[in-house]
């Protein structure tokens, strides 16, 4: 992955517990100082197992990690942070969607601030990577809402994938290059 150093922005996907998180965390330690956590989820509630995964994420990053939540607006937020470190990590694209979903956003709101983010990661002059979810590789859902994230979710990861200058897919912890 030394062809990357010149990377601005790097999109990470992968399933469920695949190790995406943690290679984008140590993709980014190897090159940058001051870093930022962008995080979509901004609080547990009464999940004590979401808290926990949180409570991991958080213990694996160290002094040199600042963190910032933005639940919905994540295009403003990376123009909000840009001069705040060297690089932004945001994780995740996945829960972002959800979030909107949760919103009550429309499809059209939906493909709207996908469109605004992709926009944003092109111009941006700080470094981004994102993570995601490929939720296209398991079973249909069973319900309506469901396959409405999957598919919110498989178009968010092709536009960003198109405006982003490398793609990495992470599969048992292993990064195979899809775009560089």
Not at 7 to 24: E, F, H, P, Q, T
Request: net charge negative; hydrophobic share 45%; proline share 2%.
């Amino acid at each position: 992955m030394d062809d990357m150093q010149e990377i601005r922005s790097l999109l990470v996907l992968g399933g469920c517990r695949s190790g995406k998180s943690r290679y984008a965390e140590t993709w980014i330690n190897a090159r940058f100082r001051r870093k930022l956590f962008l995080a979509t989820l901004a609080a547990a509630g009464n999940d004590q197992e979401m808290a926990k995964r949180i409570a991991l994420h958080r213990d694996r990053r160290d002094a040199s990690w600042q963190t910032a939540e933005e639940p919905l607006q994540l295009a403003t937020a990376l123009d909000r942070y840009r001069h705040d470190a060297d690089v932004i990590l945001v994780d995740c694209l996945s829960m972002w969607i959800s979030n909107c979903l949760l919103a009550g956003m429309s499809d059209e709101a939906i493909e709207e601030a996908v469109a605004e983010l992709a926009a944003t990661v092109q111009k941006l002059t700080v470094p981004v990577v994102l993570v995601a979810n490929e939720v296209g590789l398991g079973l249909v859902p069973d319900n309506q809402l469901g396959r409405r994230f999957r598919d919110l979710a498989g178009l968010t990861n092709q536009q960003l994938a198109t405006a982003c200058d490398a793609v990495v897919f992470v599969a048992a912890g292993l990064p195979i290059t899809l775009k560089s």
